[in-house]
């Protein structure tokens, strides 16, 4: 009974872009796990470049990471002894992440428990690997999150005009389930349908 107690969760394969589709699921103020598809995801196996680095200066050890494989990008953040451990990876470095999901004032990240330099042609290789795996077990759940998050955006701002528009801050802060770098992403896609405008930067209305 132990043993399977202390077991491990699956680290799932996945690319940065799918996994901030996810809803994290929280028992009262605590992330419990990510919400994709069928599945509940603790874990992840990700694959991307360092783009850029911060550690502080403080007494209190942390360091961050920005990780990004063309789909996204995500967090990777270490405290206290474990920054030590990755202090060798630097900006511009491909590498392999082996982490578990945390969720903290609205941003999904990654604690890393592994982080290993790879050759940047492993990109291409795990994105097709990733493809290769949908194609076989098409999860239709993340197409239909998709659409969701999509209409969930386009309300809100359709909701705004009477206020001639609406701040796409308060947007991410009144969608607190959906991860910023989504909703940023999606309304991008509809500044360039032509589904909304920007009357001024940082602000959008809906062209109807």
Do not use: C
Request: charged share 35%.
């Amino acid at each position: 009974m132990a043993e399977q107690q202390f077991k491990r969760n699956i680290a799932y394969k996945f690319r940065i872009g799918d996994i901030l589709l996810g809803k994290p699921i929280m028992d009262g103020e605590r992330f419990s796990f990510l919400e994709l598809g069928d599945r509940k995801i603790v874990r992840v196996n990700v694959v991307g470049n360092i783009i850029d680095k911060f550690e502080s200066e403080s007494e209190k050890k942390f360091s961050t990471l920005t990780l990004d494989d063309g789909s996204g990008q995500i967090k990777l953040k270490s405290f206290g002894d474990d920054v030590d451990k990755f202090k060798d990876i630097a900006q511009g470095l491909t590498v392999v992440v082996i982490g578990v999901l945390r969720y903290w004032n609205t941003e999904l990240y990654i604690a890393p428990e592994v982080i290993k330099e790879q050759d940047p042609k492993y990109l291409l290789v795990r994105k097709l690997e990733i493809e290769k795996e949908k194609s076989k077990n098409p999860v239709q759940v993340v197409k239909e999150q998709i659409v969701a998050v999509k209409d969930k955006i386009l309300g809100t701002i359709k909701d705004a005009e009477p206020e001639e528009g609406i701040e796409v801050d308060k947007i991410i802060m009144n969608l607190t389930d959906v991860s910023p770098a989504i909703i940023n992403q999606e309304i991008q896609k509809l500044l360039e349908e032509g589904i909304v405008f920007e009357p001024r930067p940082g602000k959008v209305r809906y062209l109807g």
